[in-house]
């Protein structure tokens, strides 16, 4: 049986990573419009109280994409549990596409095997269309799934939300990988609304999303002029707010030169 810091732990790290990827919506893009690079810290934030933060990392590569993210426990849940979380998504580009092919999720300092790996080769076939085959593991079980469609992990969805978070698309569902299978979602795009970001004002996009079999809403607010960063995600389930990220500063290389911004003051509509 887990401990109680270590099931608080775990717990705010499944928000973490779900708040910061379930919103982001896995339209296949143009691999023309691949997302800006930038490096971004979050902190989640239970009652008020700040109990793990992230660094995600996106960078081009030579065959498409690669993101990481780095979580660790911060406040109280630091002095309890020295867990870390680690972890990789690259995708390729293929025919105009952008695809996951790997998925590298390492949880150490943890009594229980919580790894998940796997790869992905992708086909196409006139007659078929796309077509792939995920190999790896899940917690210690083998995942050997074959897929007809793009899919996306956690950290990896977050791609295609940052090309397409400006579409005014009618509510639609999509499927992702997660907790070993596939799960279905509904997302809407919500409109235009102001938010302050350290003192400043921005236009934000709030998208609105709900798994189909759970009684839960969340909400992101995604920012174009900050190259549709997610500045805040909030949790609610059953009409209360259960968690909230919120964005602590993110770095942009802009025209040969490292632009940082801050948002520790607020994060506020």
Known sequence: ????????????????????????TPVV??????????????????????LARATYTLEHTEKGLSMTQSTRPAG??????????????DMVVNNGQVLLVNYDYTHSGDEKDRDVRFKINWQTNRKQ??????VGIHEGQKVDIDIDQ???DPLSIQVPIMIDADRNLPPHEHGMFLNGEFKHYVFENHGDVAISLHGKEYVALKIAGRETKRDRAMYAWIVPELHYIPVKIEQWKDGNLKS???????TFDENGKT???NAT?????
């Open 1 to 24: 049986m887990e401990s109680g810091s270590a099931y608080l732990f775990r717990t705010v790290i499944i928000n973490l990573l779900f708040l910061l990827a379930i919103l982001m």
């Open 29 to 50: 893009s143009p691999a023309k419009e691949l997302p800006h690079e930038f490096s971004a810290n979050y902190a989640l934030e239970m009652y008020g109280t700040v």
């Open 76 to 89: 109280l849940v630091a002095l309890l549990r020295d867990d870390k979380i680690d972890v990789r998504s």
């Open 129 to 134: 269309g796309l077509s792939g085959k995920a």
């Open 150 to 152: 793009p899919v996306w």
């Open 244 to 250: 909230t990220v919120k964005l602590e500063s993110v």
């Open 259 to 261: 632009l940082t911004i």
């Open 265 to 269: 003051d607020n994060v506020d509509e």
